[in-house]
């Protein structure tokens, strides 16, 4: 498959993502219109996460379409996303640091906290010395599973908050 084709591909499956986001946002309203801060966290983390590999997929097809050397693009794809991922990262633990203890899931933390630091790293050495999209490919793929990630768990909780009630 070429870079375009997989680069339109993580397009269209974002925007899906961003659009099945109003279905979560519906089913997650309160009475109240309050969500708690874990929902809170899952929704910021579903935007981001839809909104990132959408963003970067359409500078990377813009960066090849303009005839800027592969090599040059992938660096800049990569370069951009370590850093867009790294305030991500940050925000999202501070955020979780804010859970109360019965919210936090400390595994799927850690989870999420040593696989982004990988992607971060594969990001870092693409934009020092590989130059490839392969590595950029993997960081887009990663960052839409956590957009899925995130949109089963405000569904589940809507789920779960329907039933309880």
């Not at 279905?23 to 997650?28: D, H, K, M, S």
């Not at 989870?111 to 392969?134: C, E, T």
């Not at 990663?142 to 009630?165: K, M």
């Amino acid at each position: 498959m070429h870079p375009g084709d997989i680069l339109s591909l993580v397009v269209e499956i974002s925007v899906a993502i961003v659009g099945f986001s109003g279905i979560v946002i519906v089913l997650g309203r309160r009475q109240s219109r309050e969500w708690s801060p874990l929902e809170r966290l899952r929704l910021e983390g579903l935007l981001n996460a839809s909104f990132s590999p959408m963003a970067l997929s359409g500078l990377a097809l813009v960066l090849l379409a303009s005839q800027v050397p592969s090599v040059v693009a992938w660096r800049i794809c990569s370069s951009i996303y370590g850093l867009l991922f790294v305030v991500y990262w940050t925000r999202g633990m501070r955020l979780a640091n804010r859970l109360d203890s019965e919210e936090l899931n400390r595994g799927q933390l850690l989870a999420v906290g040593l696989s982004g630091g990988a992607v971060i790293l594969l990001q870092i050495v693409n934009a020092i010395s590989i130059h490839a999209f392969w590595p950029f490919a993997i960081a887009l793929t990663y960052h839409t599973a956590l957009a899925l990630f995130n949109f089963v768990g405000l569904l589940l909780s809507a789920i779960s908050d329907e039933r309880a009630a």
